[in-house]
């Protein structure tokens, strides 16, 4: 397909192109409408891209599956208009069990036809979706092997560490597969590790007591997994080159889990197995930030968590928290930062996403959260684009419009590198394509 229109391509060396070409579900030429042409067979068909064009949005923190289980569950297998997906998903209550105890194969594949659609809407082309037992991941091999599978999805396994980490590893070694496994659209990523609790129940691990928990044993945090059983765990990762990404909200967290990396790194180097810290956006701390860079360390951060959480923080931590989740102070470091969501705990629009990483807007109050770390135009579409490739251990595949990378796009009603920050909340999906398929057409 030749694809003529006003292309962003988040390739630095050619920011923009008026067209590209694509062959196989790959690109093959960007640049001019006649440069593009001419890596085609004549005849290829010619599509005229809407709006502006940018490389498909990546959410890195996407429990897609549970997502499309819970949809499934408010509004059934019938399609719904994406607006009132986003408003069923946004005032769900997230805890209610699974009626019957646990959802059936067949109840899962519904739940990935369901949420796929939705999620092109959104000018989503892929995701992470973080922590899978081995029933969800099997719900989406078989979605890929009936031909359901339209998100590149790469999935994060979650083992079991109740037994301890010896035990674990024993099963991954029996098991035998690692980080790569796959092919474009569904790949193993890195293993899933939660190190501590979260902002808001006042159980992610912090330097400091929680305000009024001076006096309790676990009045900093709780801490999921022993210092032994994380040390074996990830040391297991990098002798054997699985990834990894850690789930750890707070500082004293950050703090270990970056001792523990900085340990393992000394005898195996690290830095090219994407190791990732999940969320991290509580009070990391100057030093993490260093240290993260140092060691090729990702990180995947989730604006919607700030939006969500932002006025509650400070009432239980006073002002200084304002400066959570500080992206800017990341990418500054030289840290690679991936953006994303973590829905269906938050709101998922990757819209709203990029909206709050520029204006660090918080729900509840006009006042933003230490607007001086709002990011560029650039800087917050790399989050869902490059960034969040990396995240996903694509970077050199997806994330970019360029030769070699795959030909996934979204076309929106603005540009968002010159549009109003406020215009990019609701910015219009006009199209999306994965593989060079449009699989999104917006019927306005
Ligand atoms: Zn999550």
Excluded at 362 to 370: D, I, K, L, M, S
Aim: aromatic share 6%; proline share 7%; with cysteine.
């Amino acid at each position: 397909m030749l694809v003529v229109g006003d292309i962003i391509t988040m390739d630095p060396a050619h920011p923009r192109a008026d067209a590209m070409a694509t062959s196989g579900g790959a690109i093959v030429a960007v640049g001019t409408p006649a440069d593009a042409a001419a890596a085609l067979p004549p005849g290829t068909v010619v599509h005229h891209a809407p709006g502006t064009v940018v490389p498909g949005l990546i959410d890195s923190h996407l429990h897609l599956q549970w997502a499309g289980l819970l949809l499934l569950r408010l509004l059934g297998e019938e399609p719904v208009a994406p607006d009132q997906a986003l408003a069923t998903l946004d005032a769900a209550t997230l805890t209610e069990p699974w009626p019957d105890g646990e959802p059936t194969r067949a109840q899962r594949l519904a739940a990935l036809r369901v949420i796929q659609p939705f999620v092109h809407a959104l000018g989503i082309t892929g995701v992470v979706d973080p922590a899978l037992t081995p029933v969800e991941l099997g719900a989406y091999v078989e979605c890929q092997r009936r031909g359901e599978l339209k998100t590149r999805v790469v999935a994060m396994p979650h083992p079991d560490l109740e037994s301890g980490a010896e035990a674990a590893i024993a099963a991954l070694e029996a098991l035998g597969v690692g980080t790569g496994l796959g092919d474009d659209w569904l790949q193993l990523g890195g293993l899933k590790v939660y190190f501590d609790g979260v902002g808001m129940s006042g159980t992610a691990l912090r330097r400091e007591p929680w305000p009024g928990r001076e006096r309790q044993a676990d009045g900093h945090g709780w801490q999921r997994v022993s210092d032994s059983d994380f040390y074996a765990i990830a040391a297991y990762c990098a002798r054997s080159r699985w990834s990894l990404g850690v789930h750890v909200v707070g500082g004293g967290g950050i703090d270990r889990v970056l001792e523990t990396f900085a340990q393992i790194n000394a005898d195996i180097p690290i830095a090219d197995l994407g190791f990732t810290l999940i969320h991290a956006y509580l009070e990391p701390s100057e030093a993490n930030l260093g240290q993260t860079a140092a060691l090729g360390v990702l990180v995947a951060a989730q604006p919607a968590i700030h939006w969500t959480n932002g006025v509650g923080l400070v009432q239980r931590l006073g002002n200084g928290v304002e400066r959570a989740n500080p992206i800017a102070s990341w990418l500054d470091a030289g840290v690679t930062v991936g953006g994303g969501s973590d829905g269906p705990y938050f709101p998922l629009d990757p819209r709203l996403g990029l909206w709050q990483a520029r204006t660090r807007q918080v729900a509840g109050t006009e006042v933003p959260h230490a607007p001086e770390l709002g990011l560029d135009p650039t800087a917050a579409l790399a989050l869902y684009t490059t960034g969040a490739a990396a995240v996903s251990l694509a970077g050199s595949r997806r994330g970019q419009l360029q030769p070699g990378f795959l030909a996934d796009w979204v076309a929106l009603g603005v540009d968002p590198l010159s549009t109003s920050t406020e215009a990019l909340r609701t910015m219009p999906v006009l199209e999306t394509a994965i593989g060079g398929a449009i699989v999104y057409r917006s019927a306005a």
